[in-house]
């Protein structure tokens, strides 16, 4: 495949990235994506990148237990660079071909016939095919030693040469050190000591246990039983699952809007409000923890209220609850799919032993979104309807990415939390859930378009004085009803209740009673009960008979004409005074303005004290400030197909013109950070000096800017951004150039 | 989108369409494990509960049946985590068995040695736990049967009591069905009675539940122990038991405050045995005075705390439960389920009504205006007083006249909580009063006055709540309650509901005055009747028509309003 005629085999990895096609080269920008930020300038910089040890530790974390045990083949080789063929007959029945092309793409193995592995994934590679290091001196005799272990030290010789070489000794509860076997094999050379708890079984003898499988059993992959069930009969008991997600996130955010709970000190909301909210939608505390997390990255539920000290409902409430199901659960779902917060944490104790807190700063977990959609992808590889058990699921994903193992322990409760939402059901992936991954937000919505109920625009009055929504409501009856009634039970259906209190609330929000019987009448397809009827007219009749207005001011006196004079002085209009009681006026204006006005009308009048007055506004309904559409940040975003092809031609460009311009390193620093970079900063702190900066953000966004630098330490660049207007601290290894103003008028 | 009549809420309560085409099979196929809240008129709540689904367990039904009944009739999606979450429930009824070992007696098995694992090393299941015989049996003393079901259904492991009975003393009872026969429900609540072992039977006031407890006693056909409420009740018994068993009034004993026969059918009520003298329980030796094979219980859900615990010693004898609800305001149905049974058979009121079996009642809620001295005296009352002074209102006088003067020719009880006002009203009315010092004598004379006809209207206050059979009466009229318990209602409606000769309807006024207290306990009991399924109408007096007016009871059935 490569582009140049077949040449001498290339004898670097340089020299063998310049004979890969520009397919190819992009192919490995967009599978090892941290290269590419900020663009190497050319072949010899994109070796180096790739040299990187995190980013190889990253290229690794992604290939499955079969890849590996290949690269362990080549790792393994006494020889540098072992043959296609001999890999092959190392690992007889792998599918050995697959797992070199998925190993040169990503530059982890290099070389066309003879494949060899780059120095730093010798070094990423602690332990290949799980064997120890080479003792050094070699043992002299490999067998004679091993024959010497007697039953118990041949066990734990055994249990090493499996997968782990590493152990560690028994200690007991007094701290001191039994005579076991494994010491005996210490003290014999058998086992080489790492360092005072842990002991390594030297490679030379676990490959002589190991006999003809030195590289231990052909790691393919598992290939476990599925449960099977209806497609159909899945995506409707997953639509139960969704329906009540929606449902619940509703009705939470309805509790908050009339009662918002607090932000807490450190972060977060407090137990107490969580136990409040679990009461509230009649499920237990782990369930509406996840709810609140839920509604909260979904953009639903934000910090508002006059000090920002408030859990509300946000705008972005306002706006979902309006929507048709299939998009409210879809934004739901997405949501959660890209939430960096492990919800399951909430609850847990901290290794301080402090409980997390719903919403807390401390349950931020970067590598979850990454599990989840592992997860799901595994799921999604199987056929419609088709399910896992959780522990099958668990052994295909160490077997996908042995190197991330222990991110898995996150699987059972992620697992846990997509079936809440309906994105699984027993072990298998919904087309929800199917249409989320393969297209997102809206790929979910139209997923489950026809599985969720229509809305319906009536209910049921029953003489109970109970009404009964048999659906999801339409967004208008459900917000009247939430007025009128208060909700007894969710779930597919709601029941509403309407009592004395409902109804005042009603009368409160400016209903009259014939327009509450009119809706009644207009809203329930039954025959709106006589009890009902009474109970409107039986409140209504109670309501207002005490009054309670706002004012601004009074104006008082116990001389009653000359309160008239005032009232009916053309002088005193603009007081806006009218007569509230005999002796009392009052006007909506503040009382400074009042004085002004009636002492300009030539009256005496003195303040008085605020000693009992009220000020009062009625309240508005609360909501938070946050952006509408806004999100808690997600990972970094993903590369683009113009990106890559610009990188491609980047690299290329200055392959090309490495050989031939040599000068003047230090104006165009490519991304790995060189002395004379930081020679260049160090000059421009020193003499003050404005730079231009080429710089790359933690989203790998790139930006050129103006920066007065200030200070130089550690790593990082302190400047003021001319651009920004203000002072920033700039990583100096994300700087990918430097040109000092002066030199250079204007940017290239 | 399937178009089921059932739809399964969140907090497993299922909501079921009653008019819809489906729901009459829905409600046959949920009954089994749902029990019914409420029956309104168009849509009726059921709840699962814990105990419903084991109740459904001992009756034989499977997970598999309860899931399917859910998934096949709800209209929409039913959450999957709700459906594992009543599968795991049940799968926990019969994990453990109480059995009789040939060799060791009494043994709890188990077919998952983890659950036996986790309940013997439960702090409050292993004191009642003898020696481990094997892996999968651990011996239990039998002192502890009761005990120790009541304990494992607390920790979630009911345990089935497979143990058996003792057979008691045997003793001939037949049927004497010449001029009558058992119901088909009857002898169906009987067959599930009787295949299950013990357990409770669930049928409404007025359906006859004396004669459910009759036929099994010819079935068991040894001595018999019948506990009831109280004196009156008790009697009520033994009159029918004569009536209708080959037992004569020899062999019925009565075991109360004023006698104490023992004989091979004893009825005793709930007070004598409770009664206790120096802190010690006076009568336990009842219990042991005959070998009996069969105690019922009436009224279930009336069942005292300390006949509880007795009841958890006499594990080895058959149990029949008898009640017209499992719900007990002191939530303590739990027990029930453990000591005495799961329900063994359920029939909900309306369709016992349907069957014509309990006279339809139509319930009315009269309105009286305070006159203004009664609002002023309302309005300066103590807090605790405000119940009675709205209650006892004299405004009240002539609507309750008037009330009655709708039914010249009707039975009619009017039914109080205050004496004072019982006195006034019985003076007022010119009818006798029954109230908690009236005599038995003076009160079966009175009872039987007011059966053959010759009392037209009877004042009664709350001694009357509790199953005294008063038969004619097709109208009740109540004045004032106790704070709109739901019992009381119960009670109260059953008197009116017994089945009437000619199939009447029957009418329940309750007369409240208008914005007091008084009509907000009203409200509360107007929702329970009309959760109940009852048509509720309320009526302004001063709208109240009487008979032969526009309106009038003779000219339509409902009173407009």
Redo the contacts between chains.
């Keep these: 495949m490569a582009t140049t005629p077949p040449t001498p085999a290339p004898a670097t990895l340089a020299a063998w990235l310049r004979t890969r096609s520009d397919e190819q080269l992009g192919a490995l920008l967009v599978l090892r994506p941290d290269v590419a930020r900020p663009a190497p300038s050319d072949v010899v910089g994109l070796a180096t990148r790739l040299a990187v040890p995190v980013s190889v530790d990253r290229a690794l974390d992604e290939l499955d237990a079969g890849t590996l045990q290949v690269l362990d083949v080549v790792l393994l080789a006494t020889t540098d660079g072992v043959s296609r063929a001999d890999l092959a007959a190392a690992l007889p029945g792998a599918p050995v071909e697959a797992a070199v092309e998925l190993l040169t793409d990503r530059a982890l193995l290099w070389g066309d016939d003879v494949l060899h592995a780059p120095e730093p994934v010798r070094r990423a590679v602690k332990h290949p095919a799980g064997l120890g290091r080479l003792r050094t001196p070699p043992p002299a005799d490999v067998e004679g030693d091993l024959a010497t272990a007697d039953d118990d030290e041949r066990a734990v010789l055994e249990t090493l040469a499996r997968e782990n070489p590493v152990g560690r000794l028994p200690v007991d509860n007094r701290g001191t050190a039994p005579a076991g076997p494994a010491r005996r094999l210490l003290q014999r050379g058998l086992l080489t000591r790492i360092d005072a708890a842990n002991v390594e079984l030297p490679r030379q003898y676990g490959l002589a246990l190991r006999g003809d499988q030195p590289y231990g059993p052909v790691r393919t992959r598992p290939e476990p039983p599925t449960a099977q069930r209806d497609p159909a009969?899945l995506?409707?008991?997953?639509?139960?699952?969704?329906?009540?997600a929606v449902?619940?996130v509703g009705e939470l955010l309805t509790a908050l809007e009339e009662d918002p709970a607090g932000l807490l000190r450190s972060g977060g909301m407090s137990i107490r409000d969580q136990k409040r909210l679990a009461k509230a939608l009649?499920?237990d505390e782990s369930v509406a923890a996840f709810v609140v997390e839920v509604a909260h990255a979904a953009g639903l539920l934000d910090l508002g209220g006059p000090h920002r000290d408030e859990w509300l409902p946000s705008r972005g409430y306002d706006t979902w609850r309006e929507q048709p199901l299939p998009e409210r659960w879809a934004q739901l779902a997405a949501a959660w799919l890209d939430s960096v917060r492990l919800i399951a944490l909430v609850g847990q104790r901290d290794q301080a032993g402090k409980a997390v807190n719903v919403l807390s700063p401390d349950a931020v977990r970067h590598t979850v979104p990454a599990v989840r959609r592992v997860l799901l992808e595994a799921l999604r590889g199987l056929p419609a309807g088709h399910g896992l058990a959780t522990d099958d699921l668990l052994a295909l994903l160490r077997w996908q990415s042995p190197r991330r193992a222990d991110r898995f322990v996150l699987v059972p409760d992620l697992l846990a939390e997509a079936?809440?939402l309906?994105l699984v059901?027993?072990g298998a992936l919904s087309s929800g859930g199917r249409g989320l991954l393969a297209g997102g937000e809206e790929g979910a919505a139209d997923a489950v378009r026809?599985?969720?109920?229509?809305p319906v625009d009536h209910v049921?009055a029953?003489?109970?004085?109970?009404l009964?929504a048999?659906?999801p409501l339409v967004a208008e009856l459900a917000r009247t009803l939430a007025t009128v009634a208060d909700v007894e039970?969710?779930?597919?259906?709601t029941?509403f209740r309407v009592s004395?209190g409902s109804v005042r609330r009603a009368l409160d929000a400016g209903w009259s009673a014939a327009e509450l019987h009119d809706f009644f009448a207009r809203a329930s397809r039954?025959p709106v009960?006589?009890?009902l009827d009474?109970?409107v007219d039986?409140v209504a009749?109670?309501h207002g008979r005490l009054r309670v207005g706002a004012i601004e001011s009074y104006v008082r006196s116990d001389d009653h004409g000359l309160l008239s004079q005032v009232l009916s002085d053309k002088r005193s209009a603009p007081a806006e005074l009218r007569r509230l009681a005999p002796g009392v006026l009052v006007s909506g204006l503040p009382a400074d303005e009042v004085l002004a006005v009636l002492r300009t009308a030539g009256y005496a009048p003195a303040g008085e004290s605020s000693g009992g007055a009220v000020l009062t506004r009625p309240p508005g309904r609360p909501r938070a400030t946050a952006r509408p559409g806004t999100r808690p940040p997600t990972g970094p975003r993903p590369l683009v197909a113009e990106e890559v092809e610009a990188t491609v031609r980047e690299i290329r460009a200055g392959d090309s013109a490495l050989a031939a311009r040599r000068e003047d390193a230090a104006r165009h620093v490519p991304g790995v950070t060189t002395a004379s970079t930081l020679e260049l900063l160090g000059r421009a702190v020193r003499e003050q000096r404005q730079v231009w900066l080429g710089y790359v953000d933690a989203q790998g966004s790139g930006s050129r800017r103006a920066v007065q630098p200030l200070t130089l330490g550690g790593g990082f660049l302190t400047g003021y951004d001319e651009g920004k207007a203000e002072q920033r601290v700039f990583a100096v290894h994300r700087i990918t150039s430097v040109d000092l103003v002066d030199d250079d008028a204007r940017p290239e | 989108m399937s178009d089921g009549p059932l739809i399964v809420q969140s907090d497993k309560t299922l909501l079921l369409e009653v008019d819809h085409p489906q729901s009459k099979e829905c409600r046959a196929a949920i009954a089994p494990f749902a029990e019914l809240e409420r029956s309104p008129e168009h849509v009726h709540t059921y709840r699962v509960t814990p105990l419903a689904l084991w109740n459904a367990r001992a009756a034989g039904h499977d997970a598999e049946q309860v899931v399917d009944a859910l998934v096949r009739y709800s209209r929409y999606p039913v959450p999957h985590a709700l459906l594992v979450d009543v599968a795991d429930t049940m799968d926990r009824f019969g994990r453990l068995t109480l059995a009789n070992n040939p060799v060791h007696g009494l043994v709890l098995t188990t077919t998952d040695r983890a659950v036996l694992t986790e309940v013997s090393r439960s702090k409050k299941v292993a004191p009642m736990l003898g020696a481990r015989i094997d892996d999968d049996t651990i011996a239990v003393h039998p002192s502890e049967r009761g005990r120790l079901k009541q304990a494992l259904l607390k920790v979630g492991w009911p345990a089935e009591d497979l143990a058996g009975y003792v057979d008691g003393q045997a003793h001939p009872i037949e049927l004497d069905q010449a001029d009558w026969h058992l119901r088909d429900y009857q002898q169906e609540a009987v067959d599930g009675f009787w295949a299950g072992g013990s357990g409770v039977v669930v049928l409404p006031c007025g359906a006859g539940k004396t004669l459910v407890g009759a036929a099994a006693m010819a079935e068991a056909k040894a001595t018999t122990l019948i506990l009831v409420t109280n004196t009156v009740a008790g009697r009520q018994w033994k009159r029918e038991l004569i009536a209708r068993t080959s037992l004569t009034e020899d062999e019925i004993g009565e075991y109360s405050g004023e006698r104490k026969e023992i004989r091979p059918v004893t009825i005793a009520t709930y007070q004598v045995i409770t009664t206790r003298r120096k802190g010690e329980y006076r009568h336990l030796d009842l219990f042991d005075a005959q070998d009996w094979g069969l105690i019922v219980y009436d009224e279930v859900h009336l069942l005292p705390a300390p006949i509880f615990r007795l009841t958890a010693d006499l594990q080895s004898r058959r149990r029949l439960g008898l009640t017209a609800t499992l719900v007990r305001e002191d939530g303590r149905e739990d027990d029930v389920f453990s000591l005495i049974g799961p329900k063994r058979y359920d029939a909900p009121w309306r369709d016992i009504e349907a069957q014509g079996y309990i006279a339809p009642a139509e319930c009315i809620e009269v309105r009286v205006s305070l006159d203004d001295e009664e609002r002023m005296t309302y309005a300066v009352a103590e807090p605790e007083e405000r119940y009675r002074i709205a209650a006892t209102a004299h405004s009240k006088l002539p609507v309750i006249r008037r009330v009655l003067d709708r039914h010249p020719e009707e039975q009619k009880l009017v039914i109080g909580a205050y004496l004072d006002q019982l006195e006034e009203l019985g003076a007022a009315l010119d009818a006798p009063v029954i109230q908690g010092s009236t005599t038995n004598r003076e009160r079966e004379k009175l009872f039987d006055a007011f059966r053959a006809g010759e009392i037209k209207t009877l004042v009664v206050s709350k001694v009357a709540n509790f199953s005294i059979d008063l038969p004619e009466a097709a109208v009740a009229v109540q004045v004032s309650g106790t704070f709109g318990s739901r019992q009381e209602e119960a009670q109260r409606l059953g008197r009116v509901l017994r089945p009437k000769a000619d199939g009447r309807q029957a009418h329940f006024y309750t007369v409240v005055s208008r914005d007091t207290l008084d009509s907000e306990y009203a409200a509360h009991r107007q929702r329970f009747l009309a959760e109940q399924g009852y048509a509720y109408t309320i009526v302004d007096a001063a709208d109240l028509a009487g008979r032969g007016e526009v309106n009038g009871p003779d000219w339509v059935d409902e009173p407009s309003d």
Excluded at chain 1, 462 to 466: H, N
Excluded at chain 1, 489 to 493: D, E, I, Q, R, V
Aim: aromatic letters at 2%.
């Design positions: 009969v995506d409707r008991r997953a639509a139960g699952a969704a329906l009540e449902g619940r009649g499920v079936e809440t309906g059901v027993g026809g599985l969720l109920p229509e049921l029953q003489p109970d004085l109970s009964i048999p659906g039970s969710s779930g597919g259906a029941v004395d039954t009960p006589q009890a009474y109970l039986d009749r109670q």
